[in-house]
């Protein structure tokens, strides 16, 4: 039997790595003995939350935590093109410092992508990057301003922002083509779960299963896959809270998943 593939020339895919998917004290937790923080499982160690997308032209890399370093030594990454930043607290935006390699060995400043008030916290904690004398070897960086509901390219990838809320914190996720990225979300307007239809694969937060004033819970992060609707969905910004990967990881429902630490995904988008 002669088997004939015919290949679609417009189809690409995406290579997603999850570099970190640890809450904001990272998994184990300093001097937490419990079951968790001292398991041996590798998938129960979590960096700070963050993402690879490689989408053949361009590498993009969603939020630099206090890992970041770490985190592009553990892949091994040689190209950067953009940081995007869903938003500014401190474990979100602490290892931009570390850019300094790739403005080195690129030539060039990093692409940051953020909303103006996050560029407002960068600018002000990263204060030696933007003075008018600066001292060599400090990171270059080109901050770029993102528009709530306006789509923006990085090279040759669309980006579309997402809108949702952190408590009361206006905070961002993004889709690329058939994948979508969003942490540290409690509320999500019904507008914004429209913009996230026909996503495949998606990603959310799920700190743990009690409730939390700025984080989804395992069930609310369930409900939010329900609406949208993706044929895969994975769990992440986990605390040690949650329990056992394998235990809880055990519990979910068909097509979710708890991420963890190096997870590679493929996901095909249409161009």
């Known amino acids: 039997m002669c088997l004939i593939i015919f290949e679609n020339p417009n189809l690409e895919v995406l290579k997603i790595t999850f570099l970190g998917t640890g809450t904001s004290q990272g998994v ?25 997308i490689e989408t053949g032209t361009e590498n993009l890399v969603i939020d630099a935590g206090p890992d970041f370093r770490q985190q592009m030594l553990r892949v091994g990454l040689r190209k950067l093109d953009a940081i995007l ?24 400043p ?3 992508y953020a909303e103006p008030r996050v560029q407002q916290s960068i600018e002000r904690i990263f ?7 600066k001292y060599p070897g400090i990171p270059q960086m080109n901050l770029h301003t993102v528009h709530e509901g306006q789509a923006f390219q990085v090279g040759k990838t669309e980006v579309v922002p997402i809108r949702a809320f952190h408590h009361k914190l206006p905070v961002l996720g993004f889709r690329v083509g058939n994948f979508a990225y969003l942490t540290d979300i409690k509320t999500i307007a019904p507008e914004e779960i ?28 369930l409900e939010f896959i329900a609406a949208v609707g993706p044929q895969k969905a994975y769990l992440t910004h986990i605390g040690h809270q949650l329990g056992l990967h394998e235990t809880e990881n055990a519990q979910l429902p068909n097509g979710v998943e708890l991420a963890y630490d190096g997870l590679v995904l493929d996901v095909n988008f249409q161009l």
């Open 85 to 108: 930043l869903t938003h500014e607290h401190y474990d979100h935006i602490a290892g931009l410092d570390d850019i300094r390699a790739f403005n080195w060995v690129e030539q060039r």
């Open 194 to 221: 429209e913009r996230l239809k026909g996503v495949t694969h998606l990603v959310v937060n799920a700190l743990r299963r009690e409730e939390h004033i700025s984080h989804f819970t395992v069930d609310q992060a």
């Open 110 to 112: 990093t692409d940051i």
């Open 127 to 133: 204060h030696y990057v933007f003075a008018s004398k």
């Open 28 to 52: 184990p937790v300093v001097a937490c003995q419990c079951q968790v923080c001292c398991s041996e499982n590798e998938r129960d160690k979590r960096l700070r939350s963050s993402v690879l």
